[in-house]
C-alpha cells in the first residue's frame, strides 16, 4: 500500500487549510484511514489535534459560520457536523485507567503516545492534513501490513489494552466480523483471559449490548458469534447462546448441534435481511432445546414445548441485557411461532389451518416465513431444495389467504361493545366467548370476515348461548 493517503473530500481539505493559517498540526486517524485504504467508504472522521481540539474545533466551525455541536473541555474532544459529516476533534493524549472504570484520566500528550493509546493497529495510522505533506501516512505500528494481512491486533500489550477497557473486546469482535479479519494468536489469548472483565461492572451493559447488536448487524454474523463463543466472551455476555453447544438434535433439515444450527439460520436469514431484530429471533428461536431436550425411544432426542419456554425466557433475558421492551412482543411471537408454518410445508392443508396461522401471525406473517424459511439447514442439498420447493408453496399460499381474507391484526368484526347491545349484556365472560365463536367461524370458513356476515351470524348463535344452563350441566 501508498505511504499516502488519497484524500479528496472537501471537509477534511478545508480543515487543513485551517490548521495551516492557525499554526496547528492535525491528522485524520482511525476508521476514516482504515475504510479508506480498504476502499469502502467513509462517512465519519477522527481530527487527532496537536494542541487544543476544543479551540481548534471552534475555529473550524466558525469558518463554516456555525458553532460547535458539542464541546468535552475534561476530555478535550468536540464535535463539529459539516454538511451531515460527523467529525470529532481530540487533543493528542495519554489515557490512564483505574481497574474499577474504563472511563480514562486524560492527560495531554505528543503525536507516538496517541497512536499508541489506540485500540487496534487499523485504527492506529494517521493521514497529516496540514501542507506542504497533505495526506502523508504515520503507521508506527504495522497497520498497514495487518490491513493487508486480515489481522486484527493491538497496538501494545493485548492483555493491558482488554485490562484498561474491556469493552475493547467486543470492539474487536465486531471488527473481525464486519471486516472479517482474522485475530492475532496474542490478542485472541488475552480476550479469553480477560473475557470476564465483561461481567465485573466495569462496562456498563448497555454499551456490551450496543456492540453486540453491531456484530449481529454485520454481513456475516456467524464470524462474531463464533469468536464471542470461542474466547469465553459468550459465557459472559450472552450465556444461554453458549449453553446451546454440544445439545444434539436429530431431523431432516436441522444440523446435529444446536449452536452450529443457529449461527447458520443467523447467516441464512442475514442473506435476506438487515433487520437486526429479525436476525435476533434467528439467534435466540431454539434457546430453550436445552432445557426441553428428552430422548424417546423410537423417536430419538426430542424437544417439545421448547417454542413455548423459549418465548417466555424473553422478558428477563430483555431486561438483563438492557434491550429495548418495545421489541419484547415481536421477538415473543416470532420464537413461539417459529415451529407452526413447518407441518404446514409437509402435508395438503386446509385453508382453515392457514387462516389461523395467518391471523395469529398479523402483520408479522412475512417476517415469520422468512424466519422458518432461514431454519432448514440440512447439509443434504437435495432434502432442503425440496423443502423449500413445497415451502415455496405453501408460503404462497398463505400470503393470498392473509390478504384475501384481512387476516392482519384479526379480530371479530363485530366488538364486544355491539355484543353486549344486542343480547343484553354487561361485561362478562359470555361476551368473550361469542366473540371467540364469531371468529372461530371466520376461521372455519363458515362466514367471510367481513362485518355484515359476522352479524348475521351473531343472531344466528346468540339464543344458543344465551339460553339458561340446566343445573349440573357443564359451562364450555
Not at 469502502?40 to 487527532?48: G, P, S
Not at 467486543?170 to 473475557?195: C, G, K, V, W
Not at 367461524?441 to 362485518?451: R, S
Amino acid at each position: 500500500m501508498t505511504n499516502k493517503l488519497k484524500v479528496t473530500n472537501r471537509q477534511l481539505i478545508s480543515i487543513g487549510k485551517i490548521a495551516d493559517r492557525e499554526e496547528y498540526e492535525v491528522y485524520v486517524v482511525g476508521g476514516y484511514v482504515r475504510d479508506l485504504m480498504m476502499g469502502r467508504t467513509a462517512e465519519e472522521a477522527d481530527i487527532m489535534v496537536v494542541g487544543d481540539a476544543p479551540v481548534f474545533a471552534s475555529a473550524v466551525a466558525k469558518e463554516f459560520e456555525k458553532k460547535p455541536d458539542a464541546i468535552y473541555k475534561r476530555f478535550g474532544t468536540a464535535l463539529v457536523v459539516l454538511d451531515g459529516m460527523k467529525i470529532e476533534f481530540a487533543s493528542a493524549r495519554k489515557e490512564s485507567y483505574e481497574k474499577t472504570s474504563r472511563k480514562p484520566s486524560v492527560t495531554p500528550a505528543n503525536f507516538n503516545d496517541d497512536l499508541s493509546r489506540r485500540d487496534f493497529t487499523i485504527n492506529a495510522i494517521a493521514a497529516s492534513l496540514n501542507s506542504p505533506g497533505f495526506g502523508n501516512i504515520t503507521d508506527l505500528f504495522g497497520g498497514i501490513g495487518d490491513i493487508e494481512n486480515k489481522t486484527l491486533r493491538t497496538p501494545l500489550d493485548p492483555i493491558k489494552t482488554f485490562e484498561d477497557d474491556p469493552l475493547r473486546i467486543m470492539r474487536a469482535l465486531r471488527f473481525a466480523s464486519r471486516l472479517e479479519f482474522n485475530i492475532d494468536p496474542n490478542t485472541l489469548e488475552a480476550m479469553n483471559q480477560m473475557a470476564k472483565r465483561l461481567s465485573e461492572d466495569v462496562v456498563s451493559q448497555e454499551r456490551i449490548t450496543n456492540e453486540f447488536l453491531l456484530i449481529l448487524s454485520t454481513p456475516t454474523p456467524s464470524i462474531g458469534l463464533n469468536l464471542m463463543y470461542l474466547t469465553g466472551v459468550m459465557d459472559h455476555v450472552f450465556p444461554e447462546i453458549s449453553n446451546l453447544a454440544g445439545v444434539d438434535q436429530r431431523n431432516e433439515y436441522h444440523h446435529k448441534d444446536v449452536f452450529r444450527h443457529t449461527l447458520t439460520v443467523v447467516d441464512n436469514i442475514s442473506k435476506t435481511t438487515d433487520n437486526v431484530w429479525l436476525r435476533f429471533s434467528a439467534l435466540v428461536h431454539d434457546i430453550a432445546k436445552p432445557m426441553t431436550k428428552r430422548f424417546v425411544e423410537g423417536e430419538g432426542w426430542t424437544f417439545h414445548g421448547h417454542e413455548e419456554r423459549g418465548a417466555r425466557m424473553m422478558k428477563s433475558l430483555f431486561n438483563r441485557l438492557k434491550l429495548p421492551l418495545t421489541q419484547l412482543p415481536y421477538i415473543e411471537k416470532l420464537v413461539r411461532m417459529h415451529l407452526r408454518p413447518i407441518p404446514l410445508a409437509k402435508e395438503e392443508v386446509t385453508d382453515s389451518a392457514i387462516r389461523r396461522l395467518a391471523a395469529d401471525a398479523g402483520d408479522d406473517i412475512e417476517d415469520l416465513l422468512m424466519l422458518c424459511r432461514a431454519d432448514i439447514t440440512s447439509k443434504n442439498p437435495e432434502k432442503v431444495a425440496k423443502y423449500l420447493n413445497n415451502f415455496d408453496r405453501v408460503e404462497k399460499k398463505i400470503l393470498e389467504v392473509s390478504e384475501k381474507d384481512k387476516l392482519r391484526n384479526f379480530q371479530s368484526p363485530v366488538r364486544g361493545e355491539e355484543i353486549m347491545a344486542i343480547c343484553g349484556l354487561t361485561p362478562c365472560k359470555t361476551v368473550s366467548v361469542i366473540k371467540k365463536q364469531i371468529e372461530e367461524a371466520i376461521l372455519d370458513g363458515i362466514i367471510p370476515n367481513e362485518y355484515e356476515p359476522a352479524k348475521k351470524y351473531l343472531y344466528l348463535i346468540k339464543d344458543e348461548i344465551l339460553k339458561p344452563k340446566k343445573e349440573n350441566e357443564p359451562d364450555n
